[in-house]
């Protein structure tokens, strides 16, 4: 079969990308190694693992489970643009760094593009909520614990920020 | 010296790049004109080779190369083994070590027997669909007790039998100690284990430099130097040709060790072939089979306890799946021959084990390392003996372990370090007073269980002890230098992979040289960067490189003084080294900052005094006598539904006692991991194999990593025994988490379901409310 | 794990899908949410030719009341629609149940309705559903188009009654009766992992309080669905009582042949799914108290 390749273009993190990509191409693969957003991490391509988590139009979609020519036309948020370089970090950074939140941190951008469009729309969830949203991100260092007193703190810390 | 960090929870110096998605990952390195590796795996486990077709493959579109073993040539070899056999006498050790494609045979599901190398891992894959593979199908071998008849075809046809070793020893006379015993109770006990699955996979990246002569590997290793030196020897070329980056390696627990894995073996040789860097990331399917398990043993194990409940002595024949090769040595049974002896003062001992081939993926060891096996063993015996003799199962424990004026305490038998399976040092009763306490133990059994159970809730409680040999040698290493900038650059050999130790050797380094850790950039898993060292495993990194790093960073302050005191002309006593800078004592605005003292330790003119040498900076290394004993105990309340059989943990407490602590912080994450896997291994993780040697639940939806739902919230407390086998005082405590919880769960499942009554013994893990149904209703027909 | 090559179309209309769909046949596959097609193709365990993309065709897509007493939802419907609309989930609360032991949020993101059905997955539970609803399909061929009840569109082991060249459209649910309650339960091994066994229980009381009429499907414990009404059928024309429930729960036992799985036993999936019949019909029950 002949490559069949279609051009797209989209936002990625604010920044309009116009390319060429074969149908196949995973959405995950595109954005590691097409736009260099390396912060988006793969770990299963079956859609469990949750680390290439990914914000399709606000919302956490999986990015291994979507082509790259899906995506055309359409806005996406990836780890890199949740805090500008060298400035201050997202909310849910910082509670993830203060509660050691993260060990080898290669699910970490995932559980962060989770949850912060989860405590966008949650701004007060209790401990089991948290749970329950965290439940479509697997971790293997951390057993979770500081990763939820992160997400109780950065909900916190949210609605201090929140106008 | 002042202890400002060390000691103290100071935050990652890791965390930001991790945060920004800014950390290197094997994945991550690009490279130009970088191709793409796919390896064609063994769909079948026992199989004579007839022949392998690559032609086609090779007229691709896209793809540049097909390799099998043939084109391998002369570097076509069997790995190393990787651990030699401790020097145990009488005993026997076959060595099989992998192969880096297979030639005559392939010994599992998953074994590699072609590469395709193309343009990208989409088009390497399309190939391995045109390779044609003719195969002689041999009966599988699965399971190890049919392994071992005569019966059986043997996995290496040279061996003539399924026996990989065969090891025996012993301490006191185990007969007389029966001879002597109120009861004996003997059991068959069965402990699977799974694999690591962490989130990354594996990788490997070798970019062949031919106009420089120089290879350079990316490769997600816990030990950089052993894979340098092992590939330069097999490459023919000098270890300084060769670079080995670990850089940020997504979680190891083990099988990401030190394998000479065939994709590790190959891609350096496939860059030198083409002259192009090669790529190949393992991909989830291929982790599964392709990156190394910990699974089964079986024990036929029997304690002897006088009335009292003191044991006289405990036997153990057990067998130990070691999967197709045994690449790693005898560590993982041997681990589980020693830690069965616990906390616990156990007379006599004898233990043999035989390890055996099988047609499953090699087993090496796994964060726990065989060790959660011999504490299963030892612990059930206890709840058992505890039952016998009416005795409660705390009691029983805390009436067996060695007393705090028995250390060193010398078990007699050989460990996995070749040393004397010695406990340096240990407080025992007061760990599992805190575990008890901190449970509500007796408050559980007299008031709250009997409530639970009028209500119709089955609720129950669980203690297991345990300890863990830590920090073995041989040794590691350390350079600390101070740099113009006033920054302290630190290198280490070992690898990382989230265990933090940008932090915790930072905070080491800070205390001795008076700057902040966040000034202190750590270099872990260069050999450019740091020439020795063997690596990060068996809960080590904390305890030899630490102590590594704490002398190099001594010895510089030592020279820092001396160069400021030359400087000043005043006495070392009268400085004071803080804020990065030394300054006199009493007299603040007279200092001189440590980057210029990095800047006279070089001069530009001038001499160098005989006896000195240039930089502000120092290489030490520390070595071990052997390994230090941590040990802890966890307790456990957990709610099991009686009718669907699914488990709820209530509450989980952990004790322990690691030594002197570097980072409390840091210490605590490394046991709720630990406590994390322990649970996936009691009660999710259950690598299914049919009779053919396929797994039939080769996916992250069907091998169960326990989630944040599945994990309750742990509760920490430990206590503090230094080690005196190093100057910090530091024990391991990367595995203490996930070895007692198999022990933990299947204590408080029959006590939550009143088991005993019933006559239910949960003599295995992993369990699962499908198993406990059969178990429980076997019983009940 | 990355896909074979194939064609991707992107279907400007309905007609365009169903055209292509024609002309390709099984050798094309609809990309919905992708949600269980893409993972099948990372594992190469499906290599459809062409892929025609179904997602810009937003007439698909969300919840009308085409008559008195029934909802209608497109195909194209996303679980994440569902879950946000508080009147569906009054309308058909076996959806509020069920949703949430689909999978995870980000999957639900973008997985669709039609997509599930189509796929039919047995484990999976919104075709439980969608017997116990008596959900009506709606399915269109570039030839025509036809409406088949649940329980004759679930034909086998991932396989529908759906011909090559067809499209299930939308779905039409009836909302649920007065004096009904309904419940949806299921145990897995992990919150978002297919079902060991699924039970969907939808009762109806007549106005003496005796129960007028009782659905039941399981899933998780078959090739298909399970329409297990038959065994709830002693309990029409009386009132609930503890035994007449375990009487149901002996005949759904007995109804059910699983086959078992690398999590369950067979004998452990009926076990439970027993359980669940009697847990799923008592709190179906109490809610048409509560709500009384």
Redesign the interface.
């Given at each position: 079969m002949q490559p069949d390749h279609h051009e797209i273009e989209l936002t990625v993190n604010g920044t309009r990308y116009r390319r060429t990509v074969e149908s196949r191409l995973l959405l995950s693969d595109f954005l590691r190694h097409e736009l260099g957003l390396a912060g988006t991490h793969v770990g299963c391509e079956h859609g469990v693992c949750g680390a290439c988590t990914i914000l399709l139009d606000g919302d956490p979609v999986r990015s291994c489970l979507m082509l790259a020519v899906q995506a055309n036309g359409h806005a996406l948020a990836t780890v890199e643009g949740l805090a500008p370089a060298s400035g201050e970090l997202h909310p849910v950074q910082q509670a993830m760094h203060a509660h050691h939140g993260l060990q080898c941190g290669y699910c970490t951008p995932g559980i962060l593009m989770t949850m912060t469009a989860y405590l966008n729309e949650h701004p007060s969830p209790s401990e089991d909520e948290v749970r329950e949203a965290l439940s479509g991100n697997l971790c293997r260092c951390t057993g979770y614990q500081n990763i939820v007193d992160a997400m109780m703190d950065a909900a916190a810390r949210m609605r201090e920020e929140a106008p | 010296m002042s202890t400002r960090f060390f000691g103290a929870p100071v935050?990652?110096n890791?965390?930001?790049?991790?945060?920004?998605?800014?950390?290197l990952?094997i994945?991550?390195v690009?490279l130009p004109d970088m191709l793409h590796v796919a390896f064609l795996r063994s769909q079948v486990a026992h199989a004579r080779l007839k022949q392998i077709d690559v032609s086609r493959a090779r007229q691709r579109p896209g793809v540049v190369a097909v390799y099998v073993a043939e084109d391998y040539g002369d570097y076509w070899q069997p790995g190393p083994l990787l651990v030699q056999p401790p020097p145990i006498p009488g005993s026997t050790f076959n060595p099989r070590t992998q192969v880096p494609l297979a030639r005559d045979k392939v010994r599992y599901v998953g074994e590699p027997l072609a590469v395709v190398v193309a343009e990208s891992?989409?088009l390497a894959?399309?190939a391995l669909d045109d390779i044609d593979v003719e195969l002689e199908t041999l009966p599988a071998v699965v399971d190890i007790e049919q392994a071992l008849t005569s019966s059986s075809v043997p996995v290496h046809d040279d061996l003539g039998s399924n026996v990989a070793a065969h090891v025996h020893q012993v301490k006191g006379d185990y007969r007389k100690a029966a001879a002597n015993a109120q009861i004996i109770l003997k059991r068959r006990f069965r402990y699977e284990h799974g694999i690591?699955?962490?989130?990354?996979?594996r990788g490997v990246v070798a970019h062949w430099n031919a106009r420089g002569q120089q290879m350079t590997i990316w490769d997600t290793t816990q030990a950089p130097v052993f894979i340098r030196n092992g590939l330069a020897a097999m490459l023919g070329l000098g270890e300084r040709q060769v670079r080995v980056i670990a850089p940020?390696?997504?979680?190891?627990?083990g099988p990401k060790i030190m394998m000479f894995y065939p994709e590790e073996v190959g891609l350096p040789w496939i860059s030198m072939r083409l002259n192009r860097p090669v790529k190949w990331i393992e991909?989830?399917?291929e982790h599964f089979v392709a990156t190394t398990h910990e699974r089964g043993q079986i024990h036929d194990a029997e304690i002897a306890l006088a009335a009292d409940g003191r044991i006289l002595g405990v036997k153990d024949v057990f067998l130990h799946d070691t999967g197709a090769y045994n690449t790693y040595g005898l560590t993982v049974p041997i681990n589980s021959q020693c830690t069965l002896l616990g906390p616990y003062v156990i007379p006599a001992y004898d233990s043999t084990f035989t390890a055996v081939f099988t047609n499953l993926p090699i087993v090496t060891p796994y964060r726990g390392a065989g060790r959660q096996h011999g504490v299963f063993v030892i612990e059930r015996l206890l709840d058992l003996a505890a039952r016998e003799l009416g005795i409660d199962r705390a009691e029983i424990r805390r009436r067996n372990l060695i007393p705090p004026d028995a250390f060193p305490y010398n078990n007699q038998i050989i460990f996995q370090d070749f040393a004397p399976l010695s406990y340096d040092s240990g407080n025992y009763e007061p760990v599992l007073a805190k575990a008890l306490d901190a449970i509500g133990y007796q408050r559980f059994l007299k008031e709250e269980q009997p409530k639970f159970r009028e209500e119709g809730r089955c609720v129950g409680i669980g203690v297991a002890c345990y300890v863990e040999g830590t920090g073995i040698g041989p040794y590691e290493g350390a350079k600390v230098q101070v740099q113009a900038n006033g920054k302290v650059n630190v290198a280490t050999g070992i690898g990382t992979?989230?265990?933090?130790h940008f932090t915790s050797f930072a905070q080491i380094v800070a205390d001795q040289l008076g700057v902040d850790p966040s000034d202190v950039d750590i270099v872990t898993g260069d050999t450019d960067q740091f020439y020795w060292g063997a690596g990060t495993f068996a809960s080590r990194g904390a305890v030899v490189a630490g102590n590594a790093v704490s002398e190099a960073s001594a010895a510089v302050r030592r020279k820092a003084l001396k160069l400021a005191a030359d400087a000043f002309e005043c006495a070392e006593e009268d400085l004071v080294l803080a804020d990065g800078k030394v300054s006199i004592a009493g007299i603040p605005g007279k200092f001189i900052r440590l980057g210029e003292l990095a800047q006279r330790a070089n001069p530009m003119r001038g001499a160098v005094r005989p006896g000195t040498e240039p930089g502000l900076e120092s290489t030490q290394y520390f070595g071990p006598p052997s390994g230090a004993t941590a040990n802890g105990v966890h307790a456990a309340i957990v709610e099991i539904d009686p009718?669907?059989l699914?488990l709820k943990v209530l509450k989980y407490v952990v004790v322990h006692d690691c030594g002197t602590v570097i980072n409390p912080?840091?210490l605590?994450?490394q046991i709720?991991?630990?406590?994390?896997?322990g649970i996936g291994n009691a009660f999710?993780e259950?690598l299914?194999f049919d009779d053919q040697g396929q797994l039939?639940?080769a996916?992250?939806?069907?091998y169960?990593?326990?989630?944040?739902?599945?994990?309750p919230?742990?509760e920490l407390d430990h206590t503090v025994t230094p080690s005196p086998l190093n100057p910090l005082g530091i024990k391991g405590a990367g595995e203490a988490?996930a070895i007692p919880v198999g022990a933990v769960f299947a204590q408080a499942i029959e006590d939550a379901l009143q088991l005993t009554s019933r006559k239910v013994e949960l003599l295995e893990i992993p369990l699962?409310?499908?198993r406990l149904?059969?178990l429980t209703?076997q019983e009940d027909a | 794990m990355k896909p074979a090559p194939f064609k991707y179309v992107l279907a400007s209309s309905l007609d365009h899908a169903l055209a292509l769909k024609a002309e390709h046949g099984d050798e094309a596959r609809f990309l919905a949410g992708g949600q269980s097609l893409i993972p099948a193709m990372n594992f190469r365990l499906a290599r459809p030719s062409v892929l025609i993309d179904i997602n810009a065709l937003t007439r698909l897509s969300g919840i009308d009341r085409p008559e008195a007493g029934q909802v209608r939802v497109g195909a194209l419907t996303r679980y994440r629609a569902l879950e946000r609309d508080g009147e569906f989930l009054r309308s058909c609360p076996l959806f509020a149940d069920a949703l949430p032991h689909i999978a995870h949020p980000q999957v639900r993101n973008r997985g669709t309705i039609g997509g599930n059905l189509s796929h039919a997955d047995p484990a999976s539970e919104l075709p439980a559903l969608a017997i116990a609803m008596q959900a009506r399909m709606r399915i269109r061929s570039a030839a025509g188009e036809r409406t088949v009840a649940a329980s004759d569109f679930f034909a086998g082991l991932l396989t529908t009654d759906l011909a090559s060249d067809e499209m299930l459209v939308d779905i039409t649910y009836p909302v649920l009766a007065p004096r009904s309650g309904a419940c949806f339960m299921e145990i897995a091994r992990r919150r978002g992992d297919f079902a060991i066994a699924g039970v969907a229980a939808v009762v109806t009381l007549d106005e003496e309080r005796r129960c007028a009429s009782v659905r039941l499907a399981l899933c998780g414990v078959g090739e298909t669905p399970v329409d297990a009404g038959a065994a709830a059928l002693p309990m029409i024309g009386s009132r609930l009582t503890g035994d007449a429930v375990e009487a149901v729960a002996a005949g759904v036992r007995d109804l059910i042949a699983p086959s078992g799985n690398v999590h369950a036993s067979p004998d452990y999936q009926r076990h439970v799914a027993g359980v669940l019949v009697q847990r799923a019909i008592r709190t179906a029950h109490q809610r048409i108290s509560h709500a009384a």
């Open positions: - | 935050k990652r890791e965390d930001r790049k991790l945060l920004t998605g800014q950390a990952f994945d991550d690009e891992r989409y894959e399309d690591s699955s962490p989130i990354e996979t940020f390696v997504g979680g190891g627990f991909d989830r399917l992979q989230g265990q933090g009718l669907t699914e912080m840091i605590e994450g709720h991991g630990g406590v994390a896997q999710f259950k299914a039939l639940n996916s992250l939806a069907d169960l990593l326990p989630t944040a739902l599945d994990v919230r742990m988490g699962s409310p499908s149904f059969e209703r | -």
